[in-house]
Nanobody, 122 residues
Framework: QVQLVESGGGLVQAGGSLRLSCAAS????????MGWFRQAPGKEREFVAA????????LYADSVKGRFTISRDNAKNTVYLQMNNLKPEDTADYYC???????????????WGQGTQVTVSS
């Protein structure tokens, strides 16, 4: 039972940066592996990045590797997604989610936030 709330989305020009935050309620945040997913209009939700419970192991989609960085602060019950060198193809609704293990598969995640919109103009 985790409640997740994303923030930090908005409008940005290509080449710019955004930092998304996902705040979790409750006392069990540190027990979850966390992930970020995104969904563009008319497309399936796709994996972006994931991080283990301690924050020392990460996993990235090839499309964002080298540009995005996932991190977490368990003391603040928050996971972050730093997005640099943004491209128009990154435009989507971004969701944070919680899972029991490190995985890129959507089905592995048990809890989801409401999402935050990211729009990258060319």
């Amino acid at each position: 039972q985790v409640q997740l709330v994303e923030s930090g989305g908005g409008l940005v020009q290509a080449g710019g940066s955004l930092r998304l935050s996902c705040a979790a309620s409750g006392r069990t945040f540190g027990s979850y592996f966390m992930g970020w997913f995104r969904q563009a209009p008319g497309k399936e939700r796709e994996f972006v990045a994931a991080i283990n419970r301690s924050g020392y192991t990460t996993l990235y989609a090839d499309s964002v590797k080298g540009r995005f960085t996932i991190s977490r602060d368990n003391a603040k019950n928050t996971v972050y997604l730093q997005m640099n060198n943004l491209k128009p193809e990154d435009t989507a609704d971004y969701y944070c989610a919680a899972a029991g293990h490190l995985d890129r598969r959507l089905v592995s995640y048990d809890y989801w936030g409401q999402g935050t919109q990211v729009t990258v103009s060319s």
